[in-house]
């Protein structure tokens, strides 16, 4: 089974690259989903980040408020590194075991959308990599656009990695600057030339 990993930077559309790859019939799978899975109250994960960052971080239904607990790590470096590590390691397990269980029922590839591919050094975990990339003041519109004021989302961007760093070490790149139909075109070219190698 081809292993695929879709990473880029924030609001470039990698969410909308592995769509184009479901369409093709290619299972895909978000860390963040997972992320979300395992922040469910009351699981380990759960109990741990609160221990980290404390109550203030729970909404009104005792369940974690992502938005309160983003503007809390995304304006501290510390803290962002502080909540990577209590999350990483039961993602990515969720994820292996995710694929394990793809390959166990056949599916000729598989794709997990990895927004911190290589900041946490699993680049080499996967056959290929496709990076997803868009212009920053495309990424910042689109973040404007789901509700984030300008600070919040510069803050965003600037806590991951330079995405030209990443178009360098990705075995494909898709520029998502134009429209829907042009990135459909590149992803759909890429998955085919995968899954030729």
């Known amino acids: 089974m081809v292993r695929i990993a879709i990473t880029g ?26 992320a979300h899975e395992l922040m469910v109250t009351g699981t380990p994960v759960f109990e741990e980040i609160v221990k980290a960052f404390g109550g203030g971080i729970l909404g009104d239904d005792g369940a974690i408020d992502r938005a309160a607990l983003g503007k809390k790590v995304f304006s501290d470096a510390d803290q962002l590194a502080r909540l990577n590590a209590i999350t990483h390691a039961p993602i990515e397990r969720a994820w292996e075991d995710w694929l ?14 990895v927004p911190l591919l290589y900041e946490t050094g699993r680049e080499k975990d996967w ?23 300008e ?47």
């Open 9 to 34: 930077g924030i609001a470039c559309g990698k969410s909308l690259v592995a769509s184009f790859l479901a369409e093709e019939g290619v299972p895909v799978r978000e860390a963040d989903e997972l």
């Open 127 to 149: 056959d290929f990599v496709i990076c997803v990339s868009a212009y920053e003041s495309l990424q910042l519109e689109r973040l404007l656009a789901r509700g984030l004021v």
């Open 151 to 197: 600070e919040d989302a510069v803050k965003r961007m600037e806590a991951q990695g330079p995405i030209t760093g990443k178009m360098a070490w990705a075995d494909y790149v898709v520029v998502n600057n134009g429209t829907t139909e042009t990135a459909r075109e590149q992803a759909i070219r890429v998955l085919r030339d995968m899954l030729e190698k």
């Open 100 to 113: 394990s269980d793809r390959r166990a029922e056949g599916a000729q590839a598989a794709a997990v959308v």
